[in-house]
């Protein structure tokens, strides 16, 4: 079984493109009608929906951060800072953590690319 992602508003179209094409599970937030929510509404729909959220918005670390703290549970969260990896790198690394891990070993998690 393949992890599903959930894709912020800050991530570019051809990720999500390359990965639906690898026919890994992926639903973007503005699909979803969430992509004007602040980042912990975000964070709690990916959890909701059961998915990995993925984002390279930074504020979104804190968020998560703050979460792990309250030991509030979240799905998890997957981050590349947006000048760190190319697109191709970015696609690589989401599939490759997709295909290998279970949902249950990222839950409270935050896992930052590259691998």
């Keep these: 079984m393949s ?3 959930y894709m912020d508003h800050h991530v570019h179209g051809e990720i999500t493109l390359a990965l639906r094409r690898r026919n890994i599970d992926v639903l973007i937030a503005l699909e979803d009608g969430h992509h004007d929510v ?3 509404i975000l964070l709690n729909r990916a959890t909701e929906l ?3 959220l993925f984002s390279q918005d930074r504020d979104l670390l804190a968020c998560a951060s703050a979460s792990q703290i309250a030991s509030h549970h979240f799905a998890g969260l997957i981050y590349a800072h947006q000048l760190s990896l190319t697109i191709g790198q970015i696609i ?4 490759l953590i997709c295909l290998a891990c279970e949902p ?4 409270n998690q935050v896992i930052y690319l590259p691998l």
């Excluded at 690589?92 to 599939?95: K, N």
């Excluded at 249950?104 to 839950?107: G, P, Q, Y």
């Design 3 to 5: 992890l599903s992602l």
């Design 38 to 40: 602040d980042d912990s």
């Design 50 to 52: 059961r998915r990995i």
């Design 92 to 95: 690589t690394d989401l599939e």
């Design 104 to 107: 249950t070993e990222l839950a």
